[in-house]
């Protein structure tokens, strides 16, 4: 997953940004913000998109339904609706689990 969580620094991110973070074009989080209920950018005087870290969260759960799940963006949208406070709590706890992996793989590196 080319996203980390420590690139959630700024206040506020252009659509540029936001699109280099998940190595996706900028085309496809404006198709996204069309479909999903949950990716709402604010918009500056000129109507540039602002994303905030609460919506690159949102942003990178959506990524995963799609890109690393294999939904279609209907299905997306089901499990959004059905289960997605499910959904979200297991993907969290699951990014946890990787930081502890990668935390101990780099203390093992660290050992003689």
């Known amino acids: 997953m080319p996203y980390k969580e420590r690139d959630i620094e700024k206040q506020y991110y252009s659509i540029g940004e936001v699109a280099a973070m998940f190595e996706v074009a900028p085309s496809l989080i404006r198709f996204w913000e069309t479909e999903?209920?949950?990716?709402?950018?604010?918009?500056?005087?000129?109507?540039?998109?602002?994303?905030s870290p609460k919506d690159i969260e949102n942003l990178r759960f959506v990524y995963h339904l799609v890109k690393e799940r294999g939904y279609t963006i209907q299905g997306a949208r089901e499990m959004l609706k059905t289960r997605g406070v499910q959904a979200r709590?297991?993907?969290?706890?699951?990014?946890?689990?990787?930081?502890?992996k990668?935390?101990?793989?780099?203390?093992?590196?660290?050992?003689?």
């Open 36 to 51: 999903f209920d949950i990716l709402k950018p604010k918009k500056n005087k000129k109507g540039n998109r602002l994303f």
């Open 89 to 100: 709590e297991k993907f969290e706890m699951v990014q946890s689990l990787e930081k502890v």
């Open 102 to 112: 990668e935390f101990l793989i780099s203390i093992k590196s660290q050992l003689p």
